[in-house]
């Protein structure tokens, strides 16, 4: 049986030609503020909420988090400074989360008690890590964030995720903390008994990934996952699902950082999480007719894109 | 451990009040961005002007235009652009008050672990809001 192809390039090849069109010659002028006119401003918030569907829309096919895909093409096509990128970054990240973890802990595909100790440890990191980004100056931030997203892309390639890991025993730390639990796999009626291992090198690793969560304002979906899944050994689903509770106390700590710089402009945040909402529903819609690998394959085509983008602008900063 | 796979009430509290707010912000986000693009009330930094310089630093914003940070924004809760940033001020607030609707669970329940855990965690993302831990722009 033929399977018929999904269509959703057809809708992005349709949304890039509709801003492309509407937008075409007054996007030129945006690459030099100084061109800008004061009657076009309009334009700004409509640009910034499509193109946030866009990866909103992306972001969902492929799996990963939108502020990873967002925070480096905005930053290599439009004229805002990084600061504000980042923020929004953050907060793309944080309503995401907050949007998505209630069905997931009322599930019991996220677990609160595996997310708390964490959580706390990422947090703590992720303000030193936004302290220290806002301190950087824009070229090294740039250059360091193409370096990190080859990494990622380095990370989606080779990674092998386990769907249900081995722990033969628990750790004496998780074992205090009580963290372990039984899930219904709904795909094939089973109750799954689950515990965790390795906690102390995972507090280490949650402080490392906090620090440049916060720093860089991508979110940390794609080293949270790895992290609890192929160290701590948690199941696959609990790993995304507590990933997403993770990711929500980071961001907050890291967002409050960007918020007391006044490194947040609402003109630029609000469009883009609204779009990233509207395009994640569209992705939703579409994930169970789409192909995910080709999916996967399309967005590592394109963060590696931004990332020889963000080293070249990197270097030419000045 | 939870030998049962029924979410423990903590969890489902946390998951309930969260939802309810999420929801909240997201209402907020929309109405007061488009107040701010109907310039009603009037923005503190109007938009038009605020293109112009959004490729600086956020630190150089500050100084030049005299936008508030803060809790300095608490004077200027009539200015559009600000009652817009009060709402994203609002979805960062929810973390905390989910740890805040959970203490009392940790506590009834006499687990002193994670009592000490939330109550850590609402510690530093209060230090955190307040900038104690934060970056000093000025």
New interface residues.
Partial sequence: MIKKSPNYFQFIIVLLFFAKVSFGQEFSKFNDPGNLSTDIWWQWPIILFLFSIFVGFMATLSGIGGAIIYVPFVSSIFPLHLDYIRGTGLIIALTGALYASPELLKNGIANLRLALPFALVASISALFGARFGLSLDPKTVQLSLGILLLFIVSLMILSKKSEFPIVEKSDSLSKTLKIGGIYHEKTTSEEISWKIHRSPPGLILFFIIGFLAGMFGIGAGWANIPVLNLVLGTPLKIAIGTSKVILSVTDTSAAWVYLNAGSILPSVTIPSVLGMIIGTKLGVKILVKSNPARVKWFVIILLLLSSIVSVVKGINLG | ????????S???A???I??H??NV??IA??I??IL??TDCPQSFLP??????L??????E??RITT?P??LDLIHHLNRS?II??M???F??C???LGYIR?LPCFIKEKDL??TL??L??II??IL??F?I???D?H
Avoid: C, H
Wanted: no cysteine; hydrophobic share 50%; aromatic share 10%.
């Fill in positions: 451990m939870n030998n049962t796979n029924q979410p423990p903590e969890q489902l946390y998951a309930k969260i939802y707010l999420a912000g997201i986000m929309i007061s961005y701010y693009m938009i038009n002007r605020l293109v112009q959004w490729d600086i630093r956020s630190v914003l500050i936008m940070v803060g652009d817009s940033l709402s994203i001020i979805i960062s929810i973390t905390i959970i672990p994670y855990i939330t850590l965690q530093v993302l955190a809001v900038g831990i934060s970056f722009s």
